[in-house]
């Protein structure tokens, strides 16, 4: 059996809340075929930069990419992303996309050296393997050493119409002026507190995040990293298995594997909410959380059909298992001894078999 690993199993997406504008503005560009040849994302730690670059990454080499609202400092926008399950978006996921090259400090250095800008060169002057735009991003580009600084520079001075560098930096005044002068500027600020509040508490399912944020200086990532223990990345590989399970890419054994780590209880419970925003959704087409990348694998399981009879059967059939979990988290929760083995098979298997078409 084949595994893919989606981008969906990272457990955050881009672009967030407060890169709605830099989003638009480059993909605006991209839509036009004026992207330019090198951009240089700048801004302090904690904001996702690096995260951007790799789903516009995505998104250029998508074959089919989709349009998502998205709320911004504007308010709501349609953006268009990468649709994630594409041949392109697949190997994305899996990382190994020939056309996209990251380069960063190799383990154990603190510089990025001239053997990986070498790397870059060829890969520059070598032809696309999927027919479209190739892409390098540059992770922690002020820590390209002297040397590695002028070999890029000669590659920014004889640009490739078909390749794009993104260079990404905390420090980009740390960077000679020669490479800052040859890129066009994409400047990332701290978010609005409201803005940072709201994703926070979405992403960690908890109200009252202002002292998180605060503790963080408003730089949202940080402060996901203050609260965030192996909770919420346990919580998405399983509702990914599960995803993966209805795709034929996992088995319920697999499924399984994960429920003895996340413990029954804590399953149920995300399955439980899982199933009733696929039931609304089945029946309204209403997407909630854009930014849970789990949710988008979920909401891909099934087009909400335009024949109301067919949408209230799919409706009916995810509401009989939403209601069979409910059953499975109070047995679980009594004192008559259950087997939450047993349980969580027949939840899975009812799972597996359900027809959401
Ligand atoms: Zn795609």
């Given at each position: ?6 981008n969906s199993?990272n ?12 989003w638009?503005?480059?993909s ?10 090198a951009y240089l ?6 904001l996702?930069k ?11 080499l998508?074959?089919?990419p989709?349009?998502q ?6 308010g709501l ?7 994630g399950?594409c ?6 996921g899996?990382?190994n996309?020939?056309?996209?090259l ?7 250095s ?7 800008i ?7 002057i ?6 479209g735009?190739?892409?390098v ?12 600084a002028?070999?890029?520079?000669k590659?920014?001075?004889?640009p490739n ?6 260079l ?11 490479i ?5 500027k ?14 926070l508490q979405t992403?960690?399912?908890?109200a009252n995040v202002n ?5 963080s ?26 995803c993966?399970m209805k795709a034929g890419k ?29 039931t ?9 959380n ?5 949710l988008q694998s979920?909401?891909?399981l ?14 009916s ?6 209601t069979?979990?409910e059953t499975?988290?109070?047995?679980l929760?009594?004192?008559t001894?259950p ?8 939840i899975?298997?009812q799972?597996?078999k359900?027809d959401?078409?």
């Amino acid at each position: 059996m084949t595994e893919t690993t989606s981008n969906s199993e990272n457990a955050l997406s881009a672009p967030f809340p407060w890169q709605v504008a830099q989003w638009a503005q480059l993909s605006r560009a991209f839509a036009a075929s004026q992207l330019a040849h090198a951009y240089l994302l700048s801004g302090c730690e904690g904001l996702g930069k690096s995260l951007f670059a790799e789903s516009f990454a995505r998104y250029v080499l998508c074959l089919k990419p989709i349009t998502q609202s998205a709320v911004g400092v504007g308010g709501l926008a349609d953006t268009a992303v990468a649709c994630g399950s594409c041949n392109n978006c697949l190997k994305c996921g899996a990382g190994n996309h020939p056309d996209i090259l990251t380069i960063e400090p190799e383990e154990g250095s603190k510089n990025i050296k001239i053997d990986q800008i070498r790397w870059l060169s060829e890969f520059v002057i070598r032809s696309s393997h999927s027919g479209g735009a190739k892409v390098v991003i540059i992770q922690s580009a002020h820590l390209l050493n002297a040397n590695a600084a002028n070999a890029l520079l000669k590659t920014l001075e004889e640009p490739n119409d078909n390749t794009h560098v993104f260079l990404v930096s905390d420090h980009p005044g740390r960077l000679v002026a020669t490479i800052r002068s040859r890129c066009q500027k994409l400047a990332f600020q701290v978010p609005d507190a409201a803005i940072a509040a709201s994703w926070l508490q979405t992403i960690i399912g908890e109200a009252n995040v202002n002292s998180i944020l605060e503790a963080s200086d408003m730089r949202p990532l940080i402060a996901l990293q203050l609260v965030e223990g192996d909770s919420l990345q346990d919580r998405a590989r399983f509702l990914q298995s599960i995803c993966d399970m209805k795709a034929g890419k996992k088995s319920i054994q697999q499924a399984l594997s994960l429920v003895a780590k996340n413990g029954e209880s804590e399953v149920l419970q995300y399955f439980s909410a899982f199933l009733s925003k696929l039931t609304k959704y089945s029946l309204t087409g209403i997407v909630d959380n854009e930014d849970d990348p789990t949710l988008q694998s979920m909401y891909a399981l099934l087009v909400p059909s335009k024949e109301k009879s067919i949408a209230q059967t799919v409706a009916s059939s995810l509401a009989l298992l939403y209601t069979e979990v409910e059953t499975a988290r109070r047995q679980l929760a009594s004192t008559t001894n259950p087997n939450p083995q047993l349980i969580m098979e027949s939840i899975l298997w009812q799972w597996s078999k359900l027809d959401l078409n």
